[in-house]
């Protein structure tokens, strides 16, 4: 079995409340940082530009609406 190597955003600074991402060949896995031993997502890579455009689209969507400040600055 592959040993995976995970990374969590650098927007999430020390806090422990974001998911990590680790990329293999051919997939993106994706789990909670709380809960590391737990299962975790797992996106092929046909899947995952589409995923993180929509979560993406979705988030700057509702700043928008609630008057956040863009992240794209």
């Not at 979705?58 to 600055?73: N, T, V």
Request: overall charge positive; hydrophobic content about 30%.
């Amino acid at each position: 079995m592959q040993t995976l190597q995970w990374q969590k955003s650098t927007y999430s600074g020390d806090s422990s409340n974001c998911l990590e991402i680790a990329a293999t060949p051919g997939a993106f896995h994706v789990r909670d940082s709380k809960t590391t031993g737990s299962p975790h997502l797992v996106f092929q890579s046909s899947a995952w530009v589409p995923f993180i455009s929509h979560a993406t689209s979705k988030r700057r969507s509702r700043q928008s609406a609630e008057g956040w400040p863009s992240l794209d600055s």
